[in-house]
């Protein structure tokens, strides 16, 4: 048949339509490359811009003249890995070594033209963590340190140029954490007896901590900064005497709230800034179904409606500024852009693009995340996010139900690789917060204590059979899929909600309670108490432990199952899951099982990502979208 000439035209137009209301499949390794630029960050003079940067598996620091322009590579490593860095003068950085296999992380000092490299911890089977990222007299950092017991750590002054280390403050042994003022001064700690947690104070180096006040471990009160022109006075945020999170003064003679600067009955603040030029607080973010701002100061509250003008139609936030607050780093994003670095002059109003989080994605090919709410079956209110595939109509669709690790975490709105990655498959992606999710006040979060493979579990199936009687999605073509608790939940809901899944997927997810509880580290054995009363104790809910462990059940499981893990994981027991394998295989469950190089949620490299996530979606797409 010979179409007319008039026609083709309509003809092209009809089938670029069909073709874009198809959806294009993006390649797996554009949705989880490395980036080749990140972690950026600037002197205190605002004079250098640092920055991680990748060469084929090599991660370095990079320095620039921010002048000039000029850059050089200040690090240069092979075996080992950079996993974070920090200025602590104009001229000096401390850097982080971490060897993937062992908990061991060796701490260096590198001044920004990569001369005078010293190491600055020397016991293997210690940790090092700086309390304070500046140099004090031009030599010491104030550090915490578990060298002298691995249970607790001690605060030391680690004098930089010759490496010795003056103890500050001996640890009586039930100190969690400690705060320093703007000056590098120890002014604040946290004991806890487990369950418990008191806050200290002193008012200068030369007096002895006291007890300010003391609360439940599932009361927060989380130190922002202190009040330089008010005595005794701290930013704090804190829940005490309330459900949700406020941002509070609090006076440390009286253990009492002075002012309530932000607070709602309906609303979670989850971070305050403090601007230490102007000395008082900025603003607040409380966070619904995305992170918003209240803003405290009027000129921060002009800073941003300016960001916004120069950055229309995305989020943005300060991932660092210089001394003077004339400089910036911010990072964007929306649900669908996994966002831009630029670097923000104040002074001049004007924006320097510094790198893509991810150029080999395109926003306008990704789907859009909304938020969900529900009731649960004994009345809870239950939010959400539901992504759905572009260009198909949200009826009848296999879904990948995505429950969060943590379990003290939530799911937010932003760019999340592995949702939009599930979308362009055709699957709808259900994200659920569950009770024990942070972000909706601590009568919601305590819910979910010892509830493991029960409420927690009847939560997501509650949703789950909420958009199945919408008729959102297809009934027989449910999986389950989640990395650490959220791989424990894909397990656990197998049994807990048998026949509601076609088929499951759990990375490095646990499979035993009692040998999670064994793997906690020395330097955390004080919080003991507060993971039994969250999770379990082992001699007095032994029972319960035993119901809510996937290992025990591998005889209620029949459908198909993905499992990964690496040798080298440290919160699960590798030979325990080999084994849990074994035992599904010999009763003929058909189990896919991924061995990970490392011990790593989203896998070290961009190879190692693209296996994973391949030997995912091909079990997928064999137990879900063949169905």
């Known amino acids: ?196 947690e008191t806050l200290l104070y002193r008012e200068n180096e030369n007096q002895e901590f006291k007890p300010v006040m003391t609360n439940n471990f599932r009361t927060t009160i989380s130190p922002v900064a202190f009040a330089e022109s008010k005595p005794n006075i701290i930013y704090a945020i804190s829940n005490v005497k309330r459900d949700k999170n406020a941002l509070v003064e609090l006076d440390c003679k009286t253990g009492k709230e002075s002012k309530v600067l932000f607070g709602n009955d309906s609303l979670n603040v989850v971070e305050a800034q403090y601007s230490v030029r102007k000395k008082r607080m900025a603003y607040v973010v409380y966070e619904t179904w995305k992170r918003q701002k209240y803003y405290l100061d009027d000129t921060v509250k002009r800073f941003y409606e300016k960001l916004d003008q120069l950055l229309p139609n995305t989020d943005s936030y300060i991932v660092d500024r210089d001394k003077a607050e004339n400089l910036y780093v911010i990072r964007t994003y929306t649900d669908r852009n996994p966002g831009s670095y630029y670097l923000y002059f104040a002074s001049s109003g004007t924006l320097r693009k510094l790198a893509d989080v991810n150029s080999s994605v395109q926003p306008d090919e990704l789907s859009e995340m909304k938020p969900i709410r529900f009731t649960s079956r004994d009345g809870l209110l239950i939010q959400g996010y539901l992504t759905l595939p572009k260009n198909k109509a949200p009826k009848n669709l296999p879904m990948v139900v995505l429950p969060h690790s943590g379990p003290g975490s939530r799911n937010g709105w932003g760019y999340n690789a592995e949702v939009q990655f599930l979308a362009n498959r055709g699957y709808a992606v259900f994200q659920v917060n569950y009770r024990g999710s942070s972000g909706y006040g601590k009568e919601f979060n305590a819910a979910g204590f010892k509830q493991w493979g029960l409420k927690i579990n009847d939560d997501i199936e509650d949703g789950v059979k909420w958009l199945i009687k919408k008729n959102v999605v297809n009934p027989k073509r449910i999986a389950i899929y989640g990395s650490g608790f959220g791989g424990y939940i894909a397990l656990n809901s197998l049994y807990a909600s048998p026949g509601l899944y076609a088929c499951a997927a759990s990375n490095s997810g646990v499979i035993n309670l009692f040998s999670y509880l064994k793997s906690i580290p020395p330097f955390l054995k004080t919080n003991l108490q507060m993971y039994y009363d969250m999770i379990g104790n082992p001699v007095t809910d032994a029972d319960y432990m035993r119901q809510a462990s996937p290992v025990f059940h591998g005889d209620k499981m029949n459908v198909p199952l993905f499992i990964a893990q690496s040798s080298k994981e440290k919160w699960i027991n590798p030979g325990e899951v080999i084994q849990f394998v074994k035992e599904l295989k010999k009763r003929k469950v058909n189990v896919t099982y991924l061995e990970k190089p490392n011990a790593d949620y989203q896998q070290n490299t961009a190879e190692d990502r693209q296996r994973y996530y391949m030997a995912l979606e091909q079990f997928l797409e064999a137990n879900l979208k063949k169905k």
Not at 45 to 72: C, M, P, T, W
Not at 125 to 148: A, E, F, G, W
């Open 1 to 196: 048949m010979i179409i007319p000439k008039r026609y083709i035209w309509l003809l092209l137009a009809t089938l670029l339509f069909a073709c874009k209301q198809k959806g294009k499949e993006i390649a797996v390794s554009d949705f989880f490359k490395s980036q080749d630029k990140s972690g950026f960050a600037l002197s205190p003079d605002g004079k250098s811009l640092s920055y991680f940067k990748l060469e084929g598996k090599k991660q370095n620091i990079v320095v620039e003249d921010i002048a000039s322009g000029e850059s050089s590579q200040i690090t240069n490593l092979s075996d080992k890995k950079v996993n974070y860095y920090t200025w602590v003068s104009d001229n000096e950085l401390v850097y982080y070594k971490k060897d993937g296999s062992t908990r061991q992380i060796d701490v260096f000092i590198i001044n920004k033209e990569g001369k005078n490299e010293r190491q600055l911890n020397d016991n293997e089977r210690s940790r090092m963590r700086i309390l304070k990222d500046q140099l004090i007299d031009d030599k010491y950092l104030l550090v915490s340190s578990n060298k002298r017991d691995s249970t607790v750590f001690d605060v030391y002054r680690l004098n930089v140029r010759n490496g010795k280390m003056e103890m500050a403050v001996k640890n009586p042994g039930n100190i969690t954490s400690w705060f320093t003022d703007a000056k590098a001064k120890l002014r604040l700690a946290t004991s806890s007896d487990g369950v418990n």
